[in-house]
């Protein structure tokens, strides 16, 4: 098979995409498979460091202003047209697979003018501008979740598969679980919650975490925290301002940033983090109970979307960005980290999001698109 996946930003667009390349190379060895991005996004890293070729073009977000730099982005990404025309011309590939984002934009247009099949994967549980408006040029738009599927009313045809993670719920002896729990320098006795505000952190969440920590409000439970690399060296700091060692505060693991963030989510009794797509799939799919603080100001508000998600069937309580504050989240950990009974039940609802044989879902999807087009030809 020939591949083209058009991935540009963001991890959240970008793993996935390279997830479903790794399983094309898994089926089908001899598949040729390059990805399309531009110059500015983490594809320039992720892309090559997953052994795939990335070649780039000019494409940018439009915003509905009338500026000179909003007519100039128009201009490249007309431009960033033509160089994905060019690219698919080149390559002649069997399938042109989008992963959200500005960069879709150029390539699926250029894949429909070479009548190349066009597969589209949402990860939010709110559609992405991107994919609202190539719905109904894509052959199949494969969504992460169901409540997708009704926000996509002009795609041709919409399939739920889930979005392909990392992360998958592991089942631990009880001496395996204690030496995670050891090695991290927690107890064996308090519930684990675990704190992350996505790889580089967020701000927000990280203020109140410092409060909960000045005002020792958490004698109920223990807290691992990821502040995010950038933040750490600032909360070191703001510790030592209240004469305390970042290393030594009871009841609480703080580090810039989890390495085996497998392991840590599986031994974790509660999730408090952003509602990204990648988090509310990992979550989900590991059955956890969760605090979701969606990320403010993005697009068609997805993460507040993403986050429903879970809150709808039982299995996390939101707090908005604005309202968040040390005591609001200590009282909400408080509530679930009391009641066992309460807890049990969040981690059975949050099953029930989960999905299953991802890459197996979507891979078949592939083939048949490849399989339609091979009968339209002969």
């Keep these: 098979m020939k ?76 431009k960033g047209i ?15 697979i989008g992963t959200g984002g500005y960069i879709c934009g150029a390539v699926v247009l250029a894949a429909k003018k070479n009548k190349i099949p ?21 052959d199949t738009v494969l969504v992460s979740f169901e409540d997708a599927k009704e926000r996509l009313p002009h795609a041709k045809k919409v399939v739920y598969t889930g979005t392909p993670v990392k992360i ?4 631990y002896t009880i001496q395996e679980k204690d030496r995670i729990i050891t090695n991290l320098g927690l107890s064996k006795v308090k519930p684990i919650v675990l704190i992350f505000g996505g790889s580089q952190g967020a701000q927000k969440i990280n203020d109140a975490i410092l409060q909960i920590i000045y005002e020792k409000l958490n004698s109920k439970y223990q807290i691992m925290w990821a502040t995010g690399p950038k933040q750490y060296d600032t909360i070191k700091s703001e510790l030592e301002k209240k004469s305390m060692n970042i290393n030594f ?5 703080i580090v810039p940033y989890i390495y085996n963030m497998e392991e840590v989510m599986n031994i974790s009794d509660i999730i408090v983090a952003r509602s990204g797509a990648m988090s509310i799939t990992e979550i989900s ?19 507040l979307y993403n986050a429903k998600v879970l809150e709808n069937v039982g299995a996390a309580k939101i707090i908005l960005n604005d309202k968040l504050n040390g005591n609001n989240l200590n009282d909400t950990i408080n509530i679930i980290v009391t009641n066992k009974d309460k807890m049990k039940q969040m981690q059975e609802k949050a099953l029930t999001k989960a999905a299953y044989n991802v890459e197996d879902k979507i891979y078949d999807e592939i083939k048949k698109i490849r399989g339609e087009e091979y009968a339209k030809e002969n």
């Design 82 to 96: 033509g160089e994905a025309n060019k690219i698919i011309k080149e390559f002649n590939p069997d399938v042109v």
């Design 118 to 138: 066009v597969i589209l994967h949402e990860s939010n549980a709110f559609p992405g501008k991107a994919v609202k408006m190539l719905s109904s040029k894509a």
């Design 3 to 78: 591949a083209i996946i058009a991935a540009a930003g963001t991890a959240g667009h970008i793993n996935p995409g390279i997830a479903i390349a790794n399983k094309i190379k898994q089926e089908e060895k001899d598949s040729k498979i390059i990805f399309i991005g531009t110059t500015r996004g983490l594809e320039n890293d992720l892309v090559p460091r997953a052994g795939y070729e990335l070649k780039t073009i000019d494409a940018y977000g439009l915003s509905k202003t009338i500026s000179i730099d909003n007519l100039k982005k128009m201009y490249k990404t007309l």
């Design 249 to 253: 505060i009871e009841n609480i693991k």
């Design 168 to 171: 998958q719920k592991k089942e």
């Design 285 to 303: 799919n590991l059955g956890k109970p969760s605090i979701l603080i969606p990320l403010p100001n993005v697009s068609g508000d997805h993460q």
